[in-house]
């Protein structure tokens, strides 16, 4: 069946770049997403990669995807207070009616 | 920028009630989601819904589980017989089949209800 897995914590000094690292089992995932929740709150799509890429850059952040070792990471470049959160990585196979299969997530600890 | 919500926010509700949550998806999707996240856990999908009717569903979504769009702007979510271990937060989400943002089939999260089973 399908798994995804992260590590679940992470901690980093403000400045420096946070690198967040997710595996999953699907092969036939079209889609990758990384989905930010803070405290309190709903889900937030941050960025997403398209299986057949192998990086996207989107501002601080940047999306590496190895499909052979189906390792996926995301890095946030100046990591702010703000940056503060959970972040959950998610596949899905197609679109529609497809439902997420996400990670149990990865706190991210900023240190002052 | 248009958004999900959810009602309640919070609910509690005693062991074996029935409880309806529920969720008011942007108005021009036409795929809809729940998911949900028992504390400290990943979140986990449980059903979506499209065209009036289940697409695909979790084994979690039992038959203690039902979904409805009553009318044109509402969609539900009912546990008929509420157990403990559905303590958790439900998630509704919703998307437009096609790529008309800048993400590909982007789920748009509401804020999600917490249930409590007492």
């Known amino acids: 069946g399908e798994d995804v897995e992260q590590s679940l914590f992470l901690s980093v000094r403000e400045g420096d770049s946070s690198v967040i690292n997710c595996t999953y089992t699907?092969?036939?995932?079209?889609?990758l997403y990384w989905y930010k929740q803070e405290p309190g709150a709903g889900l937030q799509l941050l960025t997403y990669?398209?299986?057949n890429m192998d990086m996207k850059q989107d501002q601080r952040l940047t999306v590496l995807l190895n499909k052979k070792d189906k390792h996926l990471s995301l890095r946030i470049a100046d990591t702010q207070t703000g940056d503060s959160a959970i972040y959950f990585c998610?596949?899905?196979w197609g679109g529609g009616a497809d439902g997420l299969t996400f990670g149990k997530g990865t706190h991210l600890i900023i240190q002052p | 920028e248009p958004e999900v919500t959810q009602t309640p926010s919070h609910q509690v509700t005693q062991m074996g009630q029935e409880v309806i949550l529920r969720c008011v998806p942007i108005?021009?999707?036409?795929?809809f989601y729940w998911y949900r996240q028992i504390l400290g856990q990943k979140v986990e999908f449980l059903v979506s819904?499209?065209?009036?009717?289940?697409?695909?569903k979790s084994e979690i979504f039992d038959d203690q589980f039902s979904v409805e769009r009553p009318d044109g702007s509402n969609f539900t979510l009912k546990i008929r017989s509420t157990k403990l271990e559905d303590s958790a937060m439900y998630f509704c989400?919703?998307?437009?089949?096609?790529?008309?943002?800048?993400?590909?089939?982007?789920?748009?999260f509401g804020p999600g209800t917490r249930l409590t089973v007492t």
């Open positions: 989400a919703s998307s437009n089949r096609f790529f008309t943002g800048r993400v590909p089939y982007e789920q748009y």
């Open positions: 108005s021009n999707h036409l795929y």
């Open positions: 819904f499209y065209n009036n009717e289940i697409s695909e």
């Open positions: 699907d092969s036939s995932s079209t889609y």
């Open positions: 990669i398209f299986s």
């Open positions: 998610a596949e899905v």
